[in-house]
């Protein structure tokens, strides 16, 4: 142990020294006066000092209590020959570990000295301990930040994979407001489109809101809101009437209000009228959405006063929400309309060919009901009942490339043009096959002249190697042309149409979509009857 003495009795000093010395202590210093010993303890680190009381330039007391300042564990062990209650009181208060009276014999120097150390080693592990139960509380902070991050870490990824998923536009306005109801934990949110033709907003999905809750379209003053909803990143904190138009109140009982609220005339369009007036004043985040410059629309986030807090600390999460639905709804407009435009350029095509044989007209749209109605009666799923609505439509689209005098001709085939004309499915699915479509859309246009038999067109499939809705369209097409009127033939009794149906089940047609068929057919019997 290293050990400082103050003394400015020299001898005693040296006795003490000597003695400690003996004891196998490293290195016992002693200085007679308080101010070199505070010198001492700045140049070298000490493990116990003895201090006299009576020193001849400070009071011993006063250097205990300077002593402490620079090292508050360092044990101090006071000595005096006349010690008073006071100065030992103080002394005490100040730190001190232990008193010796003077004259003490050694072995009290030494008994004080292995209490002091026993009390040293205590203060020691409890510091220790002290530092560690920091350093736990440091790392359980740190964890809890770790934590944190990887939940929201998780939270995006889940928002992105959600968003990525989606395939359609009420299915991603819907998924807007959960995901955001979710993340923010708010429990009332809405989606909003703004409709800039009509000055108006409209609220095009919703989660929270009863029955008898906000109208889907309100009046909006154009100004205020694109003033309102800047953009940026930053959602802005305001109820829905800071941008409402004025005369809200009127325009309201022409609108949702009396569509949500019409359970007493009169006084329910009041409380309707007021019911949305409170809504309108609702506290609200509002995060605007704006696509190429233009503000598409906002998301609502309704927050009651419990939910304030939820929803603090999440801004980041709904913000990214926000561009990556911006990014989708882009996406899925463009996506929409470029199918939807090639959709709507190959319907006019159809009509086109149609429109130039009266015989004709309206065909390809029989066709699609007669499908859609047999798929149905064979609990096919919806995707492939909307694949038929759209392409069924479509399914003769081939005859575009057939010449005029072949397909509107007003008499029977010769041979040679029956072989042109059974070419229009195979052209059909080339006109189509480069735009992206999948196989099952591709498979009716190419596949609807094949026999259940294996004696048809252009393929010769047979049985379940025909694609399901290629023999559902089979049956339909053929169907409709047996009750329309040819140039060269007029249409055939509904009751022979349906039994040369029968009659080719298992040949011509698949017999389960012939089943489903008759079940068609005599379901409208009986609604007829
Ligand atoms: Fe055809």
Known sequence: MNILIIEDDTLLGDVL?????????????????????????????????????????????????RLKQKDRTLPV????????????????????????????????????LERVFKERNLLLENLSLKLECQAQEQLRH????????????????????????????????????ELASSLTLCRRVGFFVYLPDLKRV????????????????????????????????????????????????????????????????GES?????SSLCRLLEEPCSLWPMWIRGELFGFLGIFQAPA???????????????????????????????LITNFYGILRSLVSALEAKDPY???????????????AREMAVNGTQIDILKTVGYLHDIGKIGMPDEILNKPSSLTADEYEIVKRHPVIGESIIKDLGLGFEERAIIRHHHERWDGRGYPDGLSGEDIPLLARIVAVADAFDAMTSRRAYRDSLPLEKAVSEIRENSGKQFDPHVVQAFLAVMEKDSKWKR
């Open 17 to 65: 020294r000597d003695y400690l010395e003996q004891l196998g202590h490293e290195e016992v210093r002693v200085f007679p006066k308080g101010a070199d010993a505070l010198l001492a303890l700045d140049a070298h680190g000490f493990d116990c000092a003895f201090i006299d009381l009576n020193l001849p330039d400070m009071d011993g007391v006063e250097l205990l209590e």
């Open 307 to 337: 939910d304030e807090r939820a929803g603090e600390g999440h801004s980041a999460l709904v913000d990214f929400l926000m561009t990556k639905a911006a990014l989708a709804v882009e996406n899925m407009a463009l996506y929409e309309s």
């Open 77 to 112: 062990i006071m000595m005096s020959g006349y010690p008073t209650m006071e100065s030992t009181i103080r002394a005490m208060r100040l730190g001190a570990s232990d008193f010796l009276t003077k004259p003490f014999t050694m072995r009290d120097l030494a008994l004080a």
């Open 202 to 265: 409209a609220m095009i999905s919703g989660l929270g809101f009863d029955n008898g809750g906000l109208p889907r379209t309100f009046p909006v003053d154009h100004e205020i809101l694109t003033r309102c909803l800047q953009k940026g990143r930053t959602p802005v904190r305001a109820p829905l009437s800071a941008f409402a138009a004025t005369g809200i109140n009127e325009d309201a009982q022409g609108l949702g209000v009396s569509e949500t609220a019409p359970a007493a005339p």
């Open 142 to 177: 740190v964890n809890r930040q770790l934590q944190q991050r990887i939940e929201e870490k998780e939270k995006l990824f889940h928002v992105s994979r959600v968003i990525d998923e989606i395939r359609s536009s009420d299915d991603l306005y819907a998924s807007i407001v």
């Open 269 to 273: 369009r009041v409380k309707g009228v």
């Open 360 to 374: 004709t007209g309206k065909h390809s749209e029989r066709v699609t009901h007669w499908a859609v109605r047999l």
